[in-house]
């Protein structure tokens, strides 16, 4: 997974964070994650999303698109240190994602804390009863203008919407990145229905399948997918019930705070 910065700066914030907190689970999740190339946030991020949590004392995280697990672990203690009744709303399409994300979670100590829906990320949020206090943003980037939408009205005053991949390895701002891993993370997790298929995005290599990048209409879904997340960014940005600011941290994570 590439940064936004240069190597070095994200090797030393990946150190900061693993001299706070050292964890064999999170080594298997990262092993996992590299070897079968799939998208997680990395450590220097899911750190920055657990203290955002715990700056609200949020009980109650919805994360739209979970992966196996990994910002869940995040997530997990922060609500963890919130209080006994706090709990994360995993959702992901993907079965297998679920089975995977309990057994680390449940290694971790942390499963007690989560509920997996498996489905869609939209419905698994109309799904929570009442107000949120973190929706977490990471589905197919197509859908950030409508998880937006719905996790707007949701969400607490003083609640907060994070979003990852809001920077988009710069295309959000016109340049093309010099790697693949964009073309890798479209062709992963959203090409129309690419997370629908059991295991699709966790099977080794998948990604790398001949033509997974510059299939016909590549290039169009490549501008589709940058122009859902600028829309929604600018969304956010004029909202007036929030404040919100872009962390430029890997790939860029939104954090926009509900005032009203
Ligand atoms: C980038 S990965 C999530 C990684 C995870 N947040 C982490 O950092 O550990 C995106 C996940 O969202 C799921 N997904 C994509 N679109 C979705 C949707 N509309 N509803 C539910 N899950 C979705 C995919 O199956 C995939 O597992």
Redesign the pocket.
């Known amino acids: 997974m590439q940064s936004l910065l240069p190597p070095q700066v994200d090797a030393h914030l990946v150190e900061l964070v693993k001299a706070q907190h050292l964890d064999p689970v999170l080594d298997d999740m990262e092993r996992r994650a590299d070897a079968n190339r ?4 990395g450590r220097a991020v899911g750190r920055f999303l657990e203290l955002q949590a715990r700056m609200i004392g949020a009980q109650r995280v919805v ?10 672990y995040w997530f997990a203690g922060a609500v963890e240190a919130g209080g006994p009744g706090g709990e994360v709303v995993c ?4 079965p297998a ?1 679920a089975a995977l994300a309990e057994q680390y979670l449940r290694r971790a100590g942390r499963w007690d804390r989560v509920r997996y829906h498996i ?4 419905e ?1 949020l109309a799904a929570v009863d009442g107000e949120v206090d973190v929706v ?1 943003c ?3 980037k197509q ?1 950030y203008p409508a998880a937006w939408a719905a996790a707007a009205e949701r969400l607490r005053v003083g609640g907060l919407f994070l979003c ?1 991949n809001v920077l988009w390895d710069g295309r959000v701002a016109g340049l093309t990145p010099s790697g693949h891993d964009d073309d890798r ?1 479209l062709a992963a ?1 959203d090409r129309p229905g690419a ?1 629908d298929r059991p295991g699709a ?1 966790d099977r080794p290599g998948a990604q790398d399948r001949p033509g997974a990048q510059d299939g016909p209409g590549a290039q169009d879904r490549r501008a589709a997918v940058t122009d859902a997340i600028v829309a929604m960014t600018r969304e956010v940005a004029q909202d007036p019930r929030y404040v919100s600011a872009i962390n430029p941290v890997r790939d860029g994570v939104l954090v926009a705070l509900r005032v009203t």
């Open positions: 799939f998208p997680i946030v994360e739209l698109g979970s992966g196996f697990g990994y910002s869940a959702t992901d399409t993907d994602n489905g869609d990320a939209l698994g977490y990471d589905i197919d859908g990852d993370r997790t997370q995005q």
